[in-house]
């Protein structure tokens, strides 16, 4: 057991990131297209709220929803996943949950986050 926990230091990253629920975040994610020999990468964006945060060490995901074309969208990410290259937080979130699955079934304004104003010292 003590092997796979130093397998596991080695795939944790050396910056944790500082997003919680509630905020809406930018994920960078490789992707490979193409066939096989010919594979390109590129870099996706995909805006959204953080609507749940799961497990701890290097099997630890975040879910991230948004709503595309009148459809809602989630994806769950793997913090350790070599795929996810950056994530931005563009506005940190008013919750008091721990997870935020009732959004599933709000639509319009009722889906939003309220914004947490955070207070500077002068």
């Keep these: 057991m003590d092997a796979l926990k130093i397998i596991a230091e080695d795939c944790?990253?050396?910056?944790?990131?500082?997003?919680?629920?509630g905020d809406t975040v930018k994920v960078y994610v490789k992707i490979r297209e193409g066939e096989k020999g010919k594979e390109k990468e590129r870099v996706?964006?995909?805006e959204g709220?953080?609507?749940?945060?799961?497990?701890?060490?290097v099997s630890e995901t975040?879910?991230?929803r948004r709503v595309?074309?009148?459809?809602?969208?989630?994806?769950?990410?793997?913090?350790?996943?070599?795929?996810?290259?950056?994530?931005?937080?563009?506005?940190r979130g008013k919750v008091r949950r721990s997870k935020l699955y009732y959004l599933r079934d709000r639509?319009?304004?009722?889906a939003k986050v309220k914004e947490k104003i955070v207070a500077r010292n002068k």
Excluded at 49 to 54: D, E, N, S
Excluded at 71 to 91: A, L, Q
């Design 44 to 46: 996706q964006l995909f």
């Design 12 to 21: 944790i990253r050396e910056t944790p990131l500082e997003f919680s629920i």
């Design 68 to 91: 595309s074309y009148g459809v809602g969208v989630e994806r769950v990410f793997p913090i350790n996943s070599p795929n996810v290259s950056k994530i931005e937080i563009v506005r």
């Design 107 to 110: 639509v319009g304004k009722r």
């Design 49 to 57: 709220t953080v609507i749940a945060r799961k497990g701890s060490g």
């Design 62 to 64: 975040f879910t991230v």
